[in-house]
């Protein structure tokens, strides 16, 4: 994926410099920083994706990251009137973000963590029509796979608004994919039950329709975003389509495993110090 340069460009006076590098300082360092919308008090939304477009930029050339897909946040009802919108946001994956199933997650470089079960969807061909539909969508999805999403916030104590969240990559930090691929056709998404175990007592429950209605929806609604700003999504990309249920906090030496009916089961293994692979 090349990056997007029209994310509804900002016409506002704020630093978007400033405010991309004091998040950028604030994963660097650990310490969390003020709302951006405290700090700029004009920022707008299309402030907040130039601020996104332009880390990611830097996490591209400067550090030498791959996009390897998005993920979709604020999918919830519930959470879109909590910050006052009435649509989902998108936040870039990258390559080291992905962990496979049970393996080690160093606490280094998360960031408040909490986690989130979802569905993650492969794509096996192109969405790049001028606007992709329901159609379109499943017959671009290759496979199906049950997902651990670690959300994160640079933002002190969450305290974030729909512009925090979206300059922030949308609060993304991680996640782990489960090993058994599954197809579209052999999952009914909108139904699909969802429990979340730490260490064996139910943390979370929730199901396909907590995804606004159902999951593939969420997908066809990046699908059309992406393809109106002039970067589709492609072959081979990963979708992370939203959460099925309430996120929960996450400490050193948890253990999270998740059961998606029909798409099997994921864990999520965080190491009880700062060893291990480090995000960067």
Same mark, same amino acid.
């Given at each position: 994926?090349?990056?997007?340069?029209?994310?509804?460009?900002?016409?506002?006076?704020?630093?978007?410099?400033?405010?991309?590098?004091?998040?950028?300082?604030?994963?660097?360092?650990?310490?969390?920083?003020?709302?951006?919308?405290?700090?700029?008090?004009?920022?707008?939304?299309?402030?907040?994706?130039?601020?996104?477009?332009?880390?990611?930029?830097?996490?591209?050339?400067?550090?030498?990251?791959?996009?390897?897909?998005?993920?979709?946040?604020?999918?919830?009802?519930?959470?879109?009137?909590?910050?006052?919108?009435?649509?989902?946001?998108?936040?870039?994956?990258?390559?080291?973000?992905?962990?496979?199933?049970?393996?080690?997650?160093?606490?280094?470089?998360?960031?408040?963590?909490?986690?989130?079960? =979802?569905?993650?969807? /492969?794509?096996?061909?192109?969405?790049? @029509?001028?606007? *992709?539909?329901? $159609?379109? %969508?499943?017959? !671009?999805?290759?496979?199906?796979?049950?997902?651990?999403?670690?959300?994160?916030?640079?933002?002190?104590?969450?305290?974030?608004?729909?512009?925090?969240?979206?300059?922030?990559?949308?609060?993304?930090?991680?996640?782990?994919?489960?090993?058994?691929?599954?197809?579209?056709?052999?999952?009914?998404?909108?139904?699909?039950?969802?429990?979340?175990?730490?260490?064996? =007592?139910?943390?979370? /429950?929730?199901?396909?329709?907590?995804? @606004?209605?159902? *999951?593939?929806? $969420?997908? %066809?609604?990046? !699908?059309?975003?992406?393809?109106?700003?002039?970067?589709?999504?492609?072959?081979?990309?990963?979708?992370?389509?939203?959460?099925?249920?309430?996120?929960?906090?996450?400490?050193?030496?948890?253990?999270?495993?998740?059961?998606?009916?029909?798409?099997?089961?994921?864990?999520?293994?965080?190491?009880?110090?700062?060893?291990?692979?480090?995000?960067?």
């Amino acid at each position: 994926m090349t990056i997007a340069k029209d994310n509804a460009m900002s016409t506002s006076s704020i630093d978007i410099a400033g405010a991309a590098r004091s998040l950028r300082d604030a994963a660097r360092t650990g310490i969390a920083i003020a709302p951006l919308r405290e700090t700029f008090p004009q920022i707008t939304a299309a402030d907040a994706y130039a601020v996104q477009r332009m880390n990611t930029e830097h996490r591209v050339s400067e550090q030498g990251a791959r996009i390897v897909g998005c993920k979709i946040g604020l999918t919830a009802r519930a959470v879109q009137a909590q910050l006052g919108v009435d649509q989902p946001d998108f936040g870039m994956l990258f390559d080291d973000m992905g962990f496979g199933d049970a393996e080690p997650v160093s606490m280094r470089g998360l960031q408040q963590p909490r986690i989130e079960a =979802e569905v993650a969807f /492969v794509l096996g061909r192109d969405l790049d @029509m001028e606007k *992709p539909g329901h $159609a379109d %969508v499943i017959q !671009a999805i290759d496979h199906l796979l049950p997902a651990l999403e670690i959300v994160g916030s640079r933002i002190a104590n969450w305290n974030i608004r729909f512009v925090d969240t979206v300059a922030d990559n949308a609060s993304s930090s991680a996640y782990v994919l489960g090993s058994m691929p599954k197809r579209l056709s052999d999952v009914d998404l909108r139904l699909c039950g969802m429990v979340m175990t730490r260490r064996g =007592e139910p943390v979370s /429950v929730g199901a396909g329709a907590a995804c @606004m209605g159902n *999951p593939l929806n $969420a997908v %066809v609604w990046l !699908a059309r975003t992406m393809a109106a700003l002039g970067q589709p999504l492609r072959a081979g990309h990963l979708v992370l389509s939203g959460a099925l249920g309430p996120m929960v906090a996450v400490s050193a030496g948890d253990v999270f495993e998740t059961h998606i009916n029909g798409l099997g089961c994921v864990k999520a293994v965080f190491e009880a110090d700062l060893a291990g692979r480090q995000l960067t």
